[in-house]
């Protein structure tokens, strides 16, 4: 609007323009002016001219055809490279909410029940090749809540202390426990996934436990850059915390995350981390554990198993789900059938859209040798 | 502006009366009351708009008075006001953008404008005071002061000429900054005024000031304490303008009477009305359809929202529990907030960098046109001007072209071919001419090879030496008259002496005359001089200048020669004349000016009256009282005149041929091919102007032509209105109702049409039709009127007035459809229809500069229209169509995400992307390839677009702005929307997309979206693109380099101002995932997959089109020979 703004005006443009301008016109003659050639005379440049040297690139048939079928070709490639690999993951999966009786977990869903245990058994009949991840699942959980993302503080998390003392706003309603700090104060610290998994071989009747690896489920650079601690008092990491509260649905505070493991406490605890870090839709996946170590570094071999869970966590009072899933990954990640078979589609696609245009192009017939 | 309407408030009572006052040289005079001194303004000239003190504040409220910036204003204070999901940053660094620059570019051209004004304002000028001459600042002169100008030197302000320096008290003066005319004017000194300036005691009384350059009226009461005081009349030819320049004169004495903002420049100065494009119009209302989504969307998610959230346990779960505040709240004001909330994160639904880029494009885009050096024109040594950058689409646009003859389809260079002395021809042709004796050959009357007497022959030819207003040049000046003639007519021996005129017609005449040996030796205080045939000098003393006027159609001169009789000539019109001299006389000539004017010359005739003495004396005191008169002088002096141009004899008659400009004939046969209908609107004969006509092939051979004009009107002999409606009915029959279906007819098919027609209408008949009765008959004979002129290939309306050009171009431009309307013309009686059509061409003509002054573009020739319309039109409109789509498509495609996603965050109004992206993505990352592709994209060759005219026509009607491929582009966007959102949410269904099992989180989801958009729309236009200069590759790849560059650099920090790190290292990890990277060229390639295919199977462009398109709807061919 108001284009009319950007030509430069003013009483003086015309004055300057005619100083230039022959005068005399019915003399019979005219004033030379040179000057005024040179002046006037627009530039001859290839970019005043619009005549800078252009590419005119051109979809023809020579270069439509074989390349819809080039692209075809390597779709149908990829497609299947990925449709396999994605087969190839094997995957066993559980819901472990309780909602009915002959769920897993029946027992511990009742929220008045606590420090609940309960197990699911499962035989594997193949090989499971590892690297094995156990993943927690929960449905209908909006991390992705506006309010929820925003409620916490990053300079906590960060460890600056300055922000133990005064929290942000934005952590409300979770920033005061009777008038003590939290720390970590917000709603995505307090609602933290605090349901455990133990996993064991069931080796002729006894519990065999294999190793669940802590390490590594989180982002290298939340982990090592964005989430630090708070200097620690006297050595202490609990000290660092004084005059704070826990999240009031914490059973335990912050710096008692993981007491066997210094590196892995506080604002450091992977499995904070994971949480923290929220999920793009309301069911979503977070990695738990890993299965890296001991004997069952190159997967979880044929036989029974028991995941005993201790279930803390409630879910049905929003109508979420929990679940437990183990799985493996290929240079794709976790199982998808999406992208395969997406690139199947397009690929024979464009393979069919070719030999529709060459249908095409050969009923009519173009002289192509005549251009 | 505000500073008159203060004055005029605030200001002392003589501003309430009709005239000022003013006492020459501040001194009081004898006999009148008490000198008070009246207060005028100071002569300071303020062009510039702001002070440093006010820039802020009035620049601000300028821009905000848009509605785009106010608009996001008010999304911004949302922002800060209400919790909304994006920062009041994401808003507000765009909107304080666009403010900046817009308030910087404003500020520097303000800062031109002061330092102009300063360089007027503290000229130094010589001002009379009390006997010394005193240097002082041109702000400071007063009203009434005596100021002195030298030669070449501009005036301060309005001055009446008191004194000039030359013998015969005239000065000469250019008006070039004016209104552009560059000949010289002369001036003359207010008669009988004392030498000595020192002892003039004089008051003036002047009407207030008043905008147009070409009327004044005053008069000047001169004291002298002897005598009653003398009242001289003042007029235009007194009033020396403020911009105009000395010339040809030492110096000059005047008193001030207008200074500062009421000088005539000033008043002159002023926004030109402003003109709207019609892609503005369709910009508009494709932002209402915006409006409407994003008000839907807002209200759809409001609604889902509260519905959702009254299911159980899904309004407050345990972990996410509201703040005590949240609760407190009222329901519907919640409700509201969310509403707003929702508002904020989709507004990016409109651009606000859309009218930034529609500006800079407009703006910048001009520039070709002036740089363009066919436009450029070696005989003025100019090329093209633009005055407005906001219609350069509307160029590709227009439908209608209304174009003047004179000058504009002619070149207005005159050249005598011959003329009729009492019923008998005069041919002066090189050929056959011997100086001093006629040629004469076979006319209808002339067979006899008769003279007429030497009597009549040397009357008639004093006539023209005499009726004229033409200066000779001075000697002075001859040293720089070149050799290099326009006019050849004459040996250079002959042309010895230089005219100036205002009309090229005088020239042609006075020359004329001297080819047959009567020669004008110039003006001198009064008194023509001519040498006749015997070589010896005639002497006239030139009594009075009646003057030319489009209305008369005629000019008269009054002299007395030195045997003592009191001649008046005229010359003028056929029409004018001939009511006004026996009718006798009027059969003899009339038959030669029918002929000449059927051979395409223009045509005047010449009369004279003797007056005797008495006679002289009556009109000589009518006249005298006329000019004194300070309220209607024109109609007063109107109505003299034309009772004293009564009773005259014809003496003969002139024919002047104005040759065709160069490529008329192409240019309007281009404009045809391209659809494009042209009228010729003249105030020339019909005859003539048929002629010119055919010349130019407006009509042809076969056309058939409707003529409505008052001879034929008359034929009948009955009552006129009957026979025009009469006439009216038959022709809409022939022409409208028996042509092919309309839309065939009007649009696609003339050249094939079996019959063109040729639609005559002229000024008297046009008024008719009109202003008929007053009865519903006039809007009906209206309609039919304009459903004939619609149906003709080309309308030819003579003996027009301006204003009734102006009409005309009114009448169709509010026809139905409301085409677009174009007027060309090269003078002052064009400006009217210039401003009244949508898109206004002056050319910079002979007939001054009013309507270049007046004009939208202003081209040196007729010839540059083609290119000006084929190619530059053609190609502004592709590129600012394509601009506004591509905006709008890729701000759908970009927010649609964002909407859907509020699906799945619980109507959380959470944005998809980081507030960077969002403020980023219109600004830096897709700006300017679009920009680029604006400026530079030429889908059609400039040469084919000028060789194949036709072309114009697939833009015609606002082709690629229709609701059509508006809906295309929006389709588009949906489809592109719904890709990104759903493909990467399928690929989330499980989100651990690393090889090491790591799960991405949202930001991961948002950017992933993010990335694939801005690949693809920037794609989309690499596709769109079809002239991909360095520019463009540089933008395009640029740019999207720039985005990837960006999101490592933003999230490869952490950002210490930020209260979040929650992009940190996203970008990154994205790329570190195989499954990213293939979801991101998998949806790239879906969303183009279409647009290739419909690139590849639609119709080719270009000049090969027909053939091509007749053997096979595919392009292989075509396209591969562009190539």
Redesign the interface.
Known sequence: ????????????R??K??C??????????????KE??VA?????TAF???R???????????I?IPGFLV?GLVFIG?GVA?FLGSQSIQVLESDYTGLNSNTPCYECSDASKKNCTCSIEFTLTKQFDG?V?L?YGLSN????????????D?YQLSGDTAYFKNP?D?C???IYDSGVPIVPCG?AA??MFNDSFRLYQLVGGTKKPVPLDGK????W?DYN??FRNPPLVNGSLAAAFNGTAKPVNWAKPAYELDTSDPSNNGFMNEDFL?WM??????D????YR?ITQGDYAAGLPVGNYSLEISYNY?VI???GRKKIVL?N????????M??GV??LV?GS??IV?SLV?LI??AK?K??EG?? | MLRRRLNHLFGGDEKRVDSRTIYVGHRQCPGTEAFIAPKFCDNRIVSSKYTVWNFLPKNLFEQFRRIANFYFLIIFLVQVIVDTPTSPVTSGLPLFFVITVTAIKQGYEDWLRHKADKEVNKYLVTVLEDGRRIRKESERIKVGDVVEVVEDETFPCDLILLQSSRDDDTCFVTTASLDGESNHKTHYTVPDTEKDLESLTATIECEQPQPDLYKFVGRMHIYRSDQDPAVRSLGPENLLLKGATLKNTKKIYGVAVYTGMETKMALNYQGKSQKRSAVEKSINAFLLVYLCILLSKALVCTTLKYVWQSRDGQDEPWYNQKTQKEKDAYKFLKMFTDFLSFMVLFNFIIPVSMYVTVEMQKFLGSFFITWDKDFFDPEIQEGALVNTSDLNEELGQVEYVFTDKTGTLTQNNMEFIECCIDGFQYKNRDSCSELDSFCVTDGPVSKLHEKAGREKEELFLRALCLCHTVQVKEAGDMETVSEDQIDGLLPPTEQQKGFIASSPDEVALVMGAMKYGFTFLGLDSKTMKIRNRQNDVELYELLHVLNFDPVRRRMSVIVRSKAGETLLFCKGADSSIFPRVRSEEVDRIRVHVERNATEGYRTLCVAYKQLCTEEYVEVDAKLREARLALQDREEKLMAVYNQVETGMSLIGATAVEDRLQEEAAETMEALQEAGIKVWVLTGDKMETAKSTCYACRLFQRGTELLELTVRTLEDGGRKREERLHELLLEYHKKAVQDAPPAKLGVRRSWVTASQEYGFIIDGATLSLVLNSSPEASSTRYKSLFLQICQNCTAVLCCRMAPLQKAQIVKMVKNSKGSPITLSIGDGANDVSMILEAHVGIGIKGKEGRQAVRNSDYAIPKLKHLKKLLLAHGHLYYVRIAHLVQYFFYKNLCFILPQFLYQFFCGYSQQPLYDAAYLTMYNICFTSMPILAYSLLEQHIAIESLMDTASLYREVAKNATLRWGPFLYWTTLGIFHGLLFFFGVRCLFSNPALQDNGQVFGNWSYGTIVFTVLVFTVTLKLALDTRHWTWINHLVIWGSLAFYVFFSFFWGGIIWPFLQQQRLYFVFANMLSSVSAWLVIILLILLSLLPEILVLVLRKPRGPHRRQVAAVTPLSYKNLKERD
């Open positions: 609007m108001a284009a009319s703004c950007w030509p430069a005006s003013g009483f003086y015309e004055k323009r005619n230039s301008a022959r005068t005399a016109i019915f003399d019979g003659g005219m004033m030379k002016n005024g050639e006037n005379r627009p530039d001859n005043t001219q619009q800078l040297p252009a590419w005119q690139p051109m979809l023809s048939a020579g439509v692209i990829i990925l690297p991840f993943y959980f909006f991390q992705n809540h506006r309010k929820y993302g925003v409620s916490r990053y942000s934005s409300s309603p979770y709603a307090n609602s590594g489920i989180s982002w650079t850059i964005v994971v870090r929220r999920a793009a839709l309301p979503f996946r977070k990695l890993r409630p009072g929003f109508g799985s990954v290929s240079w794709m990640g976790g199982k998808n999406f992208l997406a690139y397009i696609l464009c859209m245009m095409v192009y009519y173009f002289p005549d251009s």
